[in-house]
């Protein structure tokens, strides 16, 4: 999982950078490219080399679920909430391709990045090489969270802002499911 993290991670990445650099000309003067990321203009469609790998972490999700489902099977205990949090993020990524959702690059370069190091940091302590004297990766779920609330807010602010932002409607879900996870998650901490 975490080689196939690191790969969708540096593919959106790249792929982020050369849209940026091959498109610039039509928006340089409204935005930035730190905007662009985070606010798709409206009409913005799902296609070409970024949305690839948009795709490609949606696929990728299909994976955490069968581990789930392989988890449930095997008599392992499974909180709801982690039940709960792959069937909304397999939800989420349909609606991020489905309506082009803003400030999804973004996501997905944080979240893989994370994912990368946690799953790298577990291999790590499974071949019983020392661990940290913390709870590292609740440290890193709770650094993705706040980098999620923080492009909540700014692609936000960017719809009110400008000229609106693409796949606003998808975003409202988005929120609506991550207040969702926050509570459940309150609950059981």
Known sequence: MALISTVIFTGTFFSAAAEIRDTRWFWWRSKTPLQWLLCFLLGTQPSGPAF????????SHFLHMFR??????????????????????????????????????????????VYSVVYGY????AIRLPNTCFP?????????LDSNV???VGAFLLHLRKDGCNGIGAWIFNKTSLKELLDIWQKHI
């Open 150 to 152: 923080l492009c909540h």
């Open 122 to 125: 577990k291999f790590w302590v």
């Open 68 to 113: 789930t489902y392989f988890t449930i099977l095997g008599h392992h205990k499974l909180g709801l909430l982690n039940i709960f949090k792959n069937l909304m993020l397999l939800c989420m990524l349909f609606m991020w391709l489905e309506f082009s959702q803003s400030f999804q690059l973004v996501e997905i370069m944080l979240a893989t990045l």
């Open 136 to 144: 590292f990766v609740l440290s890193c779920q709770i650094v993705l």
């Open 52 to 59: 690839f790998w948009s795709y490609a972490y949606y696929l």
